[in-house]
């Protein structure tokens, strides 16, 4: 699992009312900070990947033997140029990329899902985003009824 990690850098600072903050500073030595000094501190926020947050599946280089077992070859075929689709799934919808990439930026995110030639993506029932293409896109899809594995 990839996991997405920010830096995030703030001061922390206890400056008495009426002082003016930048006179005041860090004292060495000892580790000890005076009162009315300012301190920097260093965080981390922990991001989890988009497949996650959404629950959507992706399988990247997707083997001969897996599509056969699918039936990959007896699903329909979806074709598309350079274009941008705002999209929403009423069921789950298995899809398999052919050609081409797409991005994959849910509703309210700007973040991105990337996936390519090779994958195997299902998208889960009422999942809502924006798909772009930068050129030639082909898939093939099969919708997943309640039930099927």
């Known amino acids: 699992m990839a996991v997405a990690m920010t830096a995030l850098s703030f001061s922390l600072s206890s400056v008495r009312p009426g002082s003016d903050a930048r006179t005041h500073r860090r004292v060495g030595g000892g580790g000890r900070i005076k009162s009315g000094s300012t301190m920097k501190v260093k965080a981390m926020r922990i ?8 629950n959507v599946g992706v399988e990247r280089g997707v083997s001969a033997q897996r599509l056969e077992e699918l039936g990959v070859q007896r699903w329909s075929v979806w074709k598309t140029g350079k274009c ?6 009423h069921v789950d919808q298995l899809v398999y990329i052919e050609e081409g ?8 995110s700007e973040r991105f899902m990337r996936f390519v030639k090779g994958d195997l ?12 293409f930068n050129g030639f896109y082909q898939e093939r899809y099969r919708f997943r009824a309640y039930g099927d594995d």
């Open 47 to 54: 991001e989890k990947p988009l497949e996650e947050l959404y």
């Open 84 to 89: 941008r689709l705002p999209w929403d799934w």
């Open 101 to 108: 990439e797409v991005r994959v930026v849910p509703e309210g």
């Open 121 to 132: 993506v299902r998208y889960p029932k009422w999942f809502e985003a924006d798909l772009y």
